[in-house]
């Protein structure tokens, strides 16, 4: 339904940063949930961080809290992973996500366990020791 384009992966030393961007292609972007899930070989799929396009509330999986930070341009229709502090076990295949019916009403925020429809084609960080 809403194409997504991932880029910005690459190999770091621990310690080091990317940033990952999503551009989308929709026209009602301020009404999706943009997320960020990834996915290391042998384990299932986590989700990273979310933001609501519209009123920029975020999520972050405990994992990343403090290290990670997801961000938004409507006007280019993109979202953003900051990533500092990286760790090897950060190392994984990164995907950008959208969704218009991943908000929680209840949490208010924009889900990670929703079975978001549209789906970029990842991009790979890998950190090393």
């Known amino acids: 339904q809403v194409q997504l384009v991932e880029s910005g992966g690459g190999s770091v030393q621990a310690g080091g940063s990317l940033r990952l961007s999503c551009a989308a292609d929709v026209s009602t972007y301020n009404r999706y949930c943009m997320a960020w899930f990834r996915q290391a070989p042998g384990k299932e799929r986590e989700g990273v961080a979310t933001i609501h396009a519209g009123d920029g509330v975020t999520y972050y999986a405990d994992s990343v809290k403090g290290r990670f930070t997801i961000s938004r341009d409507n006007a280019k229709k993109t979202v953003y992973l900051q990533m500092n502090s990286l760790k090897p076990e950060d190392t994984a295949m990164y995907y950008c996500?959208?969704?218009?019916?991943?908000?929680?009403?209840?949490?208010?925020?924009?889900?990670?366990?929703?079975?978001?429809?549209?789906w970029g084609q990842g991009t790979q960080v890998t950190v090393s020791s």
């Open positions: 996500a959208a969704d218009k019916f991943a908000w929680s009403t209840l949490s208010r925020v924009c889900r990670t366990t929703y079975d978001y429809t549209s």
